[in-house]
C-alpha cells in the first residue's frame, strides 16, 4: 500500500466496490483516510458526515439504516456514539462493517495503525516500555492499543492521568501478565519509556464544563520536558490535540503524530479494506 500511494501508482483492487462511511460524530482523520484509502485503491464512496442522528430524529434505528447502506454498498465503516454500537451494526448487516470508534469504547483501526507505527520504529512489541498519557477513561484509542498490544508481546505499561481519568478496570482486567503502573505524573517515568502515546482530555465525554475546565491541561509536553525523555524514542499522539503537546515539540524527530502515525492510518486502512472485500 506504501508502495501505491508513494509511487504514485493508481490501483484498481477495489474497482467496482462502494464503501459507505457513516460518520455519527465529528472526524478529520480517520473519515479523510477511509475516503482517500477506498479511492486509492480504485472504489467508491458514499460519504455521510454530521449524521447527528438526523435520521434517527425521523425515528430510524441504526439497524434501518445499517440495512439500507447494505444495498448501496460493499463496506460500511462507522462512527457512533454508543459502545457497543458497531456491533450491533454487525449483527444487523450481511457486509462488513469497520468500527471507526464507538463512543467511549474501541477504535480498533487507530490501533492497528498505532501498531504498525511502533513496529515500524522498533521491528518488535517484545519488550517495549508504553507510557499512555492523558484521559485513559474516554480515550477509546487507549482501550483499542493497549488490548492490541499485549497480545503482541510482553510489554510494560504506565497509565498515566489524574485519578478521575484512569483506565477503566473492564479494560486492565483484559490485560493480563504484564506489569502496569499507574500515576499521575509523566515527569518521573520520561526517561524510562520507549513510547509515550498522549491523548486528548475527551471534552465531549464530560457531564459538565466545570469538570472538564479542572483537567484540561493537566498535561502539557513541550520541549523542556522532551529534554528529559531518550533518544531512541517516539511521541505519539492519535489528534486531534488541544493544549496537550505544545507545538515546540512538533519538529523534535521523535514526534511522530504529524508525520509517520497520521500517513499509515492511510495505508493501514487501504489494507484493511483489501482485506475485508477479498482481494488480499
Ligand atoms: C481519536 C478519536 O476519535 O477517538 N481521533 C482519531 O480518530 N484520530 C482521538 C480523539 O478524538 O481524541
Redesign the pocket.
Known sequence: MKKIVNGRKSSKILQGRIMTALFYEP?S??FGSFISAMQRLGGGVIPLQGMTYSSVAKGETLEDTIRTFESYSDVIVIRHPEVGSAKRAALSSKIPIINA?DGVGE?PT?ALLDLFTILSKFKKIGGLKIAFVGDLLN???VHSLSKLLVKMGRVEFFFVSPKNLRMPEEIKNQLKNIKITEIDKLDGIINKVNVIYV??I?KERFSSLAAYEKVKNFYIVNKKLMEKAGKNIILMH???RVSEINPDVDDDPRAVYLTEQMRNGLYVRMALLAAVLGKI
Open positions: 472526524s482523520r480517520t470508534g477504535h487507530q480515550g477509546r484509542t491523548t486528548r475527551q492519535p489528534l486531534p
